[in-house]
């Protein structure tokens, strides 16, 4: 790992910070009039995502003594000169589900070529931008639709050490979750096994025979997590980066609550089977799949457990049909058919996105957790347009035309989720992850956070006082995620 240097910024007040700036308009795209951006060597940001991340970084006050000069190097006091830097985008789809555009489903290409060009400046030795989407993504679909590969090909072709890379060892071919898998994407030897054992946030919960993810083999799961193991399988790209760039689209998220900087890690990890999401059943028999006992549910469970276990078309087919039939019958009943772990009440999901949290942050190229952090990581997040409703797959676009950015990823959670008309303390994964466990990811209370927009210097109480329009949240969190003002007011 590359030295970092320990400038004034990085004390423990920086620590604390998150910069918001507003865009100067709604999307994405070239602007009007670029702006004058002599770091830059176009001489300007002619984009709307390049004009929002020039001043949020300028918010942020970072390099502010050389600002609006060609030596402007904002990012130049957080990347050492020759560090391995990786851009983690939020990719994690080649089509949004709902049918209203990538635009709020991933990272914008706009956004990651706009942070692509300031990290240049600061002289690293390589960057790679990586992520593990859903297996059955088509990773070329996606990255050419976004003009992703577009970008790094121009890259190359500039001489720029820029490389894109799939982090997942697994894809399915059939471009179906469920559908039989295919491994080989990546070696095994590309990817380290951590197992965080009794230390795991799952521990608490851990029990073998309950922890599921959607469309895959519950015993997969059961190999990997349960009582004193609790295995991840996670990128040796990130493992050996000195410096990560986290580009979350900012977006609700069914089994979360949001999708942010926290929930953005889980794309570390190669192999989706190590990621429990939910436990089976309801939390009257010791799971979060769904609120309320439900004899029904417990037997579209198994029929699903059954489904998810069998290698045989023809069983499949029937089991498949089985499941279908049955989920009619509760909708017929006036029953939702919530079989993962979609509302409010899913206690698993947080401890699993904390868990890659802290080995982003501490993890060793040896699978050990250090006893320091390991890396610098940035995060910067993509809500020029924001996701809302039914994500992370099918969300609704919301132009909500602004950016956060920091170091510390669960402050600036809690800026975005305020941002959203959310109320933080209702979300577990933003509650959570200021909780006092062993290598935290915060190391402050949410009342220390500051927030920096450019005007003013404000605490989080005074920023969450502010009038701002709720996102409308995925069904299964209605009512129970929303600032307490904006939910008596409707």
């Not at 929002?52 to 000169?81: F, V």
């Not at 037997?299 to 699903?304: N, P, S, T, V, Y």
């Not at 045989?312 to 509760?330: D, I, M, Q």
């Not at 003013?456 to 409308?472: N, V």
Request: hydrophobic share 40%; charged share 20%.
């Amino acid at each position: 790992m590359t030295e970092q240097n320990e400038p004034a910024l990085m004390s423990t007040q920086f620590h604390r910070q998150v910069a918001i700036s507003s865009t100067e308009r709604a999307g994405y795209g070239p602007l009007g009039e670029p702006v004058p951006a002599p770091e830059l060597p176009s001489g300007q940001a002619a984009t709307n995502a390049a004009a929002a991340l020039r001043n949020l970084l300028h918010t942020w006050g970072l390099d502010p003594a050389r600002y609006g000069t060609p030596q402007w190097n904002p990012l130049g006091d957080l990347i050492p000169p020759g560090a391995r830097v990786v851009i983690k985008p939020n990719l994690v789809h080649h089509q949004n589900r709902s049918g209203r555009g990538l635009g709020c489903l991933v990272t914008s290409a706009e956004v990651i070529d706009a942070v692509l060009e300031y990290t240049l400046l600061a002289h690293p030795r390589e960057i790679v931008i990586a992520d593990a989407p859903l297996q059955s993504c088509n990773f070329a679909r996606l990255t050419r639709s976004t003009g992703l590969q577009r970008l790094v090909d121009l890259a190359a072709a500039r001489g720029w050490p820029v490389r894109l890379v799939d982090l997942r060892r697994t894809v399915s071919p059939s471009g179906r979750l469920g559908g039989r898998q295919l491994t080989g994407l990546l070696p095994m030897d590309c990817f380290v096994l951590f197992d965080l054992g009794p230390e795991s946030l799952l521990e608490s919960t851990a029990d073998p025979a309950r922890f599921r993810v959607t469309c895959y083999d519950p015993r997969e799961l059961s190999a990997k997590h349960g009582p004193g193991r609790h295995q991840y399988l996670i990128a040796r790209e990130v493992l050996d980066a000195d410096v990560v760039i986290n580009l979350p689209k900012l977006k609700c998220h069914k089994k979360a609550g949001v999708t942010g900087a926290s929930k953005n890690m889980i794309g570390i990890n190669g192999n989706k089977e190590y990621l429990p999401h939910h436990r089976k059943g309801s939390p009257e028999t010791g799971g979060d799949c769904y609120p309320g006992e439900s004899g029904s549910k417990r037997a579209i469970e198994d029929l699903l457990d059954r489904l998810n276990s069998s290698q045989t078309g023809a069983v499949r087919f029937c089991l498949a049909s089985a499941v279908r039939f049955g989920k009619l019958g509760l909708l017929i009943a006036g029953c939702d058919t919530n079989f993962e772990g979609s509302w409010h009440g899913n206690d698993t999901i947080w401890r699993t996105c904390l868990d890659l949290n802290r080995i982003a942050l501490y993890g060793t190229p040896t699978g050990a957790l250090g006893r320091a952090p390991q890396r610098r990581i940035i995060h910067i997040t993509d809500a020029i347009v924001a996701g809302e409703g039914d994500g992370p797959l099918a969300p609704t676009p919301v132009a909500s035309r602004f950016m956060t950015a920091g170091v510390c990823g669960p402050a600036v959670d809690w800026v975005n989720t305020i941002m959203m008309g959310f109320d933080p303390e209702r979300i577990p994964l933003v509650k959570h992850a200021f909780d006092a466990f062993p290598y935290p990811v915060a190391d402050f209370l949410p009342d220390d956070i500051v927030v920096l927009t450019g005007a003013a210097r404000l605490s989080a109480q005074t920023f969450a006082c502010e009038p701002r329009r709720s996102f409308q949240p995925p069904p299964g969190w209605q009512g129970h995620c929303e600032a307490r003002e904006l939910l008596h007011a409707r």
